[in-house]
């Protein structure tokens, strides 16, 4: 079964920190992978998406990182503002349907 | 429309009701999703249409739970005898193909009481 697991499951950092949220997955054969940030009540919108060729996409304060041999990708957070308080969530496409994984939450604290 | 619209926002509805929720996806989007998140859960998959049929309904949890596109555009979800265990967030996704970005709408919060 495809599967996408995250860690942290919850992070709280201070305001202008930086921070580093993990996804490995399963998924296979393995299409693309994107990062959603997904605030309160919201629907989840797409910060980043990788193809199997490329290993850092960057957008903003927003850095993700991957790795299709070992199955991880990263999502890196650059001077964290309180803006930034939701929840992080990796999905890794196999065909045409995303499998979603539970996804990060973060709290960024003033 | 500019974004995917759900409705309603909201829904309680008592425990054996029957209930529609409604996704207006982006115009000229093919594929469409529906999805179910539960708190502090990732969203989990539902069903698939490309176009007007059903291209994937395995993650439908039982057959209480059915979808509709009868014109490849509006999406219908039905529920009926809803159970307690069906209150969750149901979000709905379009994408212009089966393999582009999905746009999700807000969300519809249902409750069963």
Known sequence: KNQVEQSPQSLIILEGKNCTLQCNYTVSPFSNLRWYKQDTGRGPVSLTIMTFSENTKSNGRYTATLDADTKQSSLHITASQLSDSASYICVVRESYIPTFGRGTSLIVHP | ?113
């Open chain 2, 1 to 113: 429309g500019a974004g995917v619209s759900q409705t309603p926002s909201n829904k309680v509805t008592e425990k054996g009701k029957y209930v529609e929720l409604r996704c207006d996806p982006i115009s000229g989007h093919t594929a469409l999703y529906w999805y179910r998140q539960s708190l502090g859960q990732g969203p989990e998959f539902l069903i698939y249409f490309q176009g007007t049929g059903a291209a994937d309904d395995s993650g439908l949890p039982n057959d209480r739970f059915f979808a509709v596109r009868p014109e490849g555009s509006v999406s219908t979800l039905k529920i009926q005898r809803t159970e307690r265990g069906d209150s969750a967030v149901y979000l709905c996704a379009s994408s212009l193909t089966q393999n582009t970005e999905a746009f999700f709408g807000q969300g519809t919060r249902l409750t069963v009481v």
